[in-house]
């Protein structure tokens, strides 16, 4: 069976049939047929590209990527001719707060952060909301696989990985418990003279307290034998048998030292720097320590007053460039900011970095460090079918347009409530015109 | 040094009197004395001194006369009158008794009172003050003041005699006290109770809610002035207000006003203009950043010489957190004084913050080119001025009070000492063990003789003799005021010569023993000066500035400002926002206008620049920012009458952020923390000008509103300010026009009258509140509301609509898509963000479509970033505008250009590249709505106030800056803990640091 699908009837997220909707889309059957995306310019999510090219998948898996004419079996595909748009591997956005947030000033639909400083055992996992508001924005710019984090305290517990698409959090998951969370006390603080008035540096006098905290719990859950029953204690064995990863968040220079160096000392072997604002100002620490950062400070302002106009901006650039595994992050903190990832990694490639770097660090860097790679982050045979469309460069908000994205092969139902707002009153202003 | 050897006779009295007085020279008359009186007049004559005049010149042997704790004479060679003590101070140095302009001395801080628990504190003490505790204009000093005997001796080591003693806490402050230093009780201390008023812009320990804000504190402080006119003119008064009535009493005083920093000090000097007052200004040692400017307030300075320590900078980690604008004010601090002399800027000194450090830095001023007499004159003769005080104190005059101080050199050498502080006639010795008869000596030993060298550490008497035959030997050296004692080795086996003697004409003579037990003779004749290792000439060479003054004072600030240029652009996608929409063609730039747009344009004397495969489009106008900024929030549910424009910081890095992205203009908005908000300052991003130069000339003016969550104060469950509820936002503002309405009635009521009638009746009191409000109702101020949901942007447009006026702009306004329609009709605009939302319960409805929808309904659309860091990628927001709704490129860019000048009503000048707008334009690498386009130039009026490549070079100069005075402090600070004893400081027993 042959189907030239032209572009009227590809997903046309905001098409001209409004229909009364759940408010959340519903998660998309299981692929029924092999699909075949041909005329693509396809973006392999590794550095390469291929400009007319063949991206085949059946039962939710990558069966083959390549050029047109390279002898792609198309028999019995679902064929959709893209007549030269882009495909892309979904975006990984790495530690979200997705489905555990809801809006960020009313505490009910906040589920970030649990209460005391440590909190190995406390798992994002089951807390994640498959049908939370947010996540079909991010699905709308392409991002497919998210990280959930719970965040804050000085050992916030673990993330797991999840498809943006799912009945429910088990339906959704994609790899679990994959790390444990560790915010590193800051050395310094701002504070408000109250003499004066300014803000100004002083010390964190809890710095010592602090990191005593964690000391004296890795050293308790390194010698722990299992007695007496210790949730947090049970919760930290993973880090030192090289299941868990351990994501240090941590963004000055002495503060990255500290946790690193901490961490190491007790013997984890799996570290990700999160956050890293100052992280090229120790970058030969990083690269001796071979630790790959999450770069989370894109569309931030530089944090010193000297520092160049375009630090934020250049330096996973920098960081690249000094033989570092960058990824980029979206900033847990703001829920409404996450779904600008590709465009952080656009405002990069504005700065130094080639733009399938750049496009490499929100999907393959990503899912190395998240330990996915397996199954997402680039478009090659055997991985899973989770990929979108773009009408043009999907890093640069001028022409990044998601006209269809795939899941593990599931056609993803883009619209979600914002797209069903504007169609609501686009129509309403559009009847008033006509009158 | 005036060579000085003759027995002096103040050190007789080194036994009896360690920094205390005799006895008092005129105790308080009418107290009952506890034993046989004991009157006794001070007449004491001070002979052979060098007698410092007002005018910086040196009676040389003078004779000062003092009787009754006050001065009888000063001159040359007076004939000293019967029933005076005369004291020889041969070689000694007197001067007035130095003024501290700026203390807190004897007077006792107030406690905060505990607020009553909810988040506000609306109302004023129980007493009958002001509506305001900030206003403590009955607080006179004079009655709060009891001496405090540690302090009071701390200032008399330093050298002062008096001082002005004001309780630093409020915005007005009330009164302050000259009180001198003696040992008397207060009812002697204090000379002069209340000598000025005082101001600041802070609030202190008041816990009332107002104002909240530096703006709030302008405002408080210009309605109290028309209060307080209002209040004066009622007979009987329409209530009791004690500080209404001290407000009016006080006027006459000198007004002494205490500012934060430079900017502080130009907006308070032209509130100051408004009432006609010249405020005297506590400055707080940054002057220097634009003395220029300092000086056009005409204001008389106090300045501070508390320098900040050096930064903490050895860590290479840690220094980074150190601020350009830090490590330059610690260099250039030092030089404030001398940047202020030179701009001949009048100012007095004080040693508050500097404390114990005072000689110490000001000896470094001096050193940095504060002239000598300059720095005497700041802490005598100016202050005195200043306070209308200068026949009482700040100079040696008959009549004034006999303040002075008796020195062992000019004040300001290298080791001067401060030997005595007599204050209103009593003696408070301060370095009682002072000797000055150092110098070489001929010791004669029965036939031998051997040259000596006398010398003095800081004037101890610990001294040390080197023996000169050949070789140097030490020598043991015991020396009181009448008793020597020496010894010393005087033969190879080591044995020593032992002498005793006393002191005789210039030297001493008396008898001693021979190794042998032999008596002899022996004397000590001075023959000669030690050379002086330090010598005056040190003090004279004045030190260069280390760097020059960069506007603004901060990173990527210049040493000049870039200049304005007539610009000939080639060849760039120029994007006119006018009807021929998106062309390739040429502009020229001529006086900071565009002078023409076409294409093969040529011109003579233009800068050439190849626009090629760039882009140009008019300037960036972020409608909603509030960077640049001392202050964004006012706390009273209606602050109409506070100004943005008063709290501009132009020194804010953000400006030269947002240039580095394309944005020329910005309308700085007050906070959304209630629903009458303040007055906007509408700025152009002119960096390195002042806060004035910022402001756009004749731009209309705008208040900000506010609706929602933010003014119900849904955060904070402790609130207790009205609203609490959108149903109370709507009678906020009905309340609010309705009484600007009846206050405009009541106005031209009074105006409608005959000037007789004027004369026979009160006017109505000055409302600024209301008076602003009137002026939106009148349409001279127009509107920006914070918005977010349909029901209160469809509320504010019937409130708007029932008083007879628009709602100009709706920002944030993210269900503006639901009631576009009604905003269109309404002629409302809206300024609102890309892609904001999820971050409160009210904006969880926000769509990123909403720009879109807003213009398919024909309502004005910008897109803002209320963000320090969004402002600089206002390009990209407009581009979501095409991702999100389809909204055509040449539309998307209007958004941040062209339409946020229109709700400016700026579009005349602003916004489109067309013949006679302003210059205001950006050089893109590439398409500006591209993630990819960089800014590469963008000019104001012509002016290029960022360029890509010059950018470069300031990086290199801030890297080389940066290093150059991290290694100065890490020199001064490795120099110090060798040797951190050999600062002198006058008088001063104890250095703490």
Not at chain 2, 17 to 23: C, G, H, Q
Not at chain 2, 381 to 394: E, F, I
Not at chain 2, 604 to 630: A, Q
Request: charged fraction near 20%.
């Amino acid at each position: 069976m042959k189907k030239l699908l032209g572009l009227s009837l590809l997903i046309i997220p905001l098409g001209l049939f409004s229909v009364v909707r759940a408010i959340v889309p519903v998660p998309a059957a299981d692929q029924s047929e092999p699909i075949a995306i041909i005329g693509a310019v396809i973006h392999i999510g590794n550095g390469n590209v291929i400009t007319n090219g063949i991206i085949t998948f059946d039962e939710g898996l990558i069966t083959a990527v390549g050029e047109a004419g390279a002898g792609i079996n198309l028999t019995d595909h679902l064929q959709i001719d893209i007549q030269g748009r882009h495909v892309y591997p979904g975006f990984v956005l790495p530690n979200s707060t997705l489905g555990l947030l809801e809006v960020n000033s009313v505490r009910a639909t906040d589920d970030v952060l649990e209460e005391g400083d440590i909190n190995a055992s406390v798992r994002s996992a089951i807390a994640y909301n498959t049908d939370s508001e947010i996540i079909p924005a991010n699905r709308f710019n392409g991002i497919l696989t998210a990280q959930v984090a719970p965040q804050g305290g000085l050992i916030s517990g673990s993330s797991t990985v999840f498809k943006l698409d799912g009945w429910n959090w088990e339906d959704a998951m994609l790899a679990e418990d994959i790390g444990l969370h560790m915010h590193w006390p800051s050395y310094t603080q701002r504070e408000r003279n109250p003499e004066t008035g300014l803000f100004e540096t002083v010390d964190n006098e809890n710095y010592e307290g602090q990191t005593q905290l964690l000391h004296s719990l890795f050293q308790d859950a390194q010698a722990y034998s299992g007695q007496p029953l210790n949730l947090n204690l049970l919760a930290m064995r993973p880090l030192f048998n090289g299941i868990a990863k351990l994501f240090i968040h941590a963004d000055e220079a002495r503060e990255i030292i500290s946790a690193i160096r901490f961490a190491r000392g007790y013997g984890v072997q799996d570290i990700v720097l999160v956050g890293g604002a100052d992280a090229f100002a120790v970058k030969d620490f990083l690269l001796a320590q071979n630790v790959p950062v999450i770069y989370e400070r894109i569309h931030e302002l530089p944090l010193r007053d000297w520092q160049d106009v375009d630090t934020p901006f250049k330096t996973p650039f920098l960081l690249h460039d000094a033989g570092i595994k960058v990824g980029i992050g979206g900033g847990a903190t703001s829920i409404d900011r996450q779904r600008n990832l590709p465009f952080f990694a656009g405002t990069a490639a504005a700065y130094g970095l080639d733009r399938e770097t750049a496009l490499s660090m929100v999907t393959l860097t990503n899912a190395e460090i998240l330990g996915v790679a397996d199954r997402v982050g680039t478009l090659e045979v055997g991985k899973d079918a989770t990929l979108f469309i773009s009408e043009g460069d999907a890093l640069d908000m001028r022409t990044s347009q998601v006209l269809g994205a795939y899941i593990q092969g599931r056609d993803i139902d883009l619209n979600g409530t914002q797209q069903q707002l504007y169609e609501r009153f686009r129509d309403k202003y559009a009847n008033q015109l006509e009158r | 040094m005036v060579s000085q050897i003759k027995k002096c006779v103040p050190a007789a009295y080194t036994a009896l009197l360690i920094s205390a007085a005799v006895s008092s020279a005129f105790a308080q008359e009418n107290a009952t004395p506890n034993g046989v009186n004991d009157e006794r007049a001070g007449a004491y004559a001070f002979t052979n001194a060098n007698i410092y005049q007002a005018d910086g010149a040196f009676i040389s042997g003078g004779t000062l006369l003092i009787r009754d704790g006050r001065i009888v004479e000063v001159d040359d060679n007076v004939a000293i009158p019967e029933g005076y003590f005369e004291i020889d101070l041969s070689g000694r140095f007197i001067y007035p008794g130095l003024i501290d302009i700026y203390t807190d001395y004897g007077i006792p801080e107030l406690q905060r009172e505990d607020d009553n628990g909810a988040a506000e504190n609306l109302y004023p003490s129980d007493q009958a003050f002001n509506v305001n505790d900030a206003i403590r204009t009955n607080f006179r000093a004079s009655t709060a003041f009891a001496p405090d005997e540690e302090k009071r001796e701390k200032f008399r080591e330093l050298g002062f005699s008096s001082v002005l003693s004001l309780r630093p806490d409020g915005i007005a402050r009330g009164t302050s006290a000259l009180i001198t230093l003696g040992d008397g009780n207060a009812n002697e201390a204090i000379v002069v109770p209340d000598v000025a008023a005082h101001y600041s812009l802070d609030k202190g320990t008041s816990s009332q809610s107002m104002p909240s804000s530096l703006m709030g504190a302008f405002a408080l402080l210009r309605q109290t002035y028309l209060d307080a006119d209002w209040f004066v003119n009622q007979q009987p008064r329409p209530f009791t207000d004690d500080t209404l009535e001290a407000w009016n009493r006080y006027q006459s005083l000198p007004q002494i006003m205490e500012v934060g920093n430079w900017q502080e000090a130009l907006t308070v000097d032209r509130l100051g203009d408004e009432f006609a007052i010249q405020y005297v200004l506590k400055t707080s040692g940054d002057s220097y950043r634009h003395a220029e400017l300092i000086k056009a307030t005409g204001a008389t300075l106090i300045v501070p010489v508390d320098f900040p320590e050096a930064p903490e900078v050895e860590d290479t980690l840690t220094a980074d957190d150190v601020s350009l604008e830090d490590l330059k004010h610690w260099e250039l601090a030092p030089f404030n004084a001398r940047i202020l002399a030179e701009q001949e800027i009048p100012f007095s000194i004080t040693s508050s913050g500097a404390e114990s450090d005072f000689w110490k830095n000001l000896r470094t001023a001096v050193k940095n080119g504060l002239p000598q007499r300059m720095a005497i004159d700041a802490l005598t003769t100016v202050p005195a001025a200043t306070l209308g005080l200068s026949g009482l104190v700040g100079q040696l005059a008959p009549s004034a009070l006999a303040n002075f101080i008796i020195t062992s050199d000019q004040l300001l050498a290298e080791d001067s000492l401060i030997l005595e502080n007599w204050i209103q006639g009593q003696r408070y010795i301060l370095n009682p063990d002072y000797d000055s008869r150092e110098g070489i000596y001929q010791l004669a030993v029965g036939d031998q003789s051997f040259e000596l060298e006398l010398s003095f550490d800081a004037g101890k008497a610990s001294a040390e003799l080197v023996l000169l035959d050949g070789e140097s030997r030490r020598v043991n050296l015991d020396l009181s005021e009448d008793l020597i004692s020496i010894s010393f080795v005087i033969d190879e086996e080591g044995n020593r010569a032992r002498l005793s003697g006393w002191p005789e004409g210039s030297g001493w003579r008396g008898n001693g023993r021979t190794p042998d037990g032999a008596l002899v003779d022996w004397q000590l004749v001075r023959s000669g000066n030690l050379e002086s290792d330090t010598g005056t000439e040190g003090v004279n060479e004045i030190a260069a500035l280390p760097a020059p003054v960069v506007y603004p004072f901060s990173a990527y600030g210049r040493q000049t400002l870039p200049q304005q240029q007539d610009l000939l652009i080639r060849g760039a996608t120029v994007w006119t926002n006018e009807e021929q929409g998106m062309v390739v063609t040429d502009v020229l730039v001529r006086d900071g206008r565009i002078d023409e747009v076409g294409d093969n344009l040529s011109a003579n004397g233009v800068t050439l620049i190849d626009g090629t495969g760039k882009h140009l489009t008019p300037g960036i106008i972020d409608e909603h920012s509030h960077i640049g900024l001392f202050s964004i929030n006012e706390g009273q549910t209606n602050s109409s009458m506070v100004r943005m424009k008063e709290v501009v910081d132009s020194e804010n890095i953000n400006i030269y952020r947002n240039l580095a992205g394309g944005v020329v203009a910005a309308q700085l908005l007050h906070g959304s923390a209630n629903p009458i908000g303040g007055q906007s300052a509408i700025i152009k991003m002119r960096w390195g000008g002042s806060a004035q130069d910022l402001l756009i000339e004749g731009a209309d003016e705008f208040i900000k509103f506010a609706l929602g969550e933010n003014v119900k104060r849904s955060r904070s469950p402790t609130s207790i300010r009205y609203p609490q509820t959108r149903m109370g936002v709507e009678q906020v503002f009905v309340n609010a026009f309705s009484q600007a309405q009846e206050y405009g009635r009541t106005w031209d009521e009074y105006n409608s009258l005959s000037r007789n009638q004027q004369r026979n009746t009160v006017a109505p009191r000055r409302d600024l509140v209301k008076e602003t409000m009137l002026e939106i109702l009148n349409g001279e101020r127009f509107v920006t509301s914070h918005s977010y949901v349909q029901s209160e942007i469809n509320m504010l447009m019937h409130v708007a609509d029932s008083f007879d006026f628009n709602i100009n702009t709706f920002t944030h306004i993210l269900e503006g898509y639901k009631v576009a329609d009604k905003m269109a009709q309404h002629g409302a605009g809206g300024s609102t963000f890309a892609d904001w939302w999820g971050y409160k319960w009210e904006v969880r409805y926000a769509i990123p479509y909403n720009a879109a929808l807003m213009q398919q309904a024909g309502v004005v659309v910008a897109l803002n970033s209320d963000d320090a860091e969004m402002s600089r990628r206002l390009n990209q927001e407009a581009a979501k505008a095409v991702k999100y709704g389809n909204v055509s490129e040449i539309d998307a860019l209007k958004m941040v250009t062209l339409n946020p000048a229109i709700l400016l009503h700026l579009d005349d000048r602003m916004g489109s590249i067309r013949e006679g707008k302003d210059a205001d334009l950006v050089l893109w690498s590439d398409h500006p709505l591209s993630v990819y386009a960089v800014a590469e130039t963008t000019w104001i009026e012509g002016i290029p106030y960022y360029d890509r490549e010059e950018d470069n070079s300031l990086r290199q100069l801030i890297a080389r800056e940066r290093a150059r005075i991290i290694s100065a402090i890490t020199r001064d600070s490795s120099a110090g803990s060798e040797g951190d004893n050999d600062d002198s400081v006058a008088g001063g027993r104890e250095d703490r640091r």
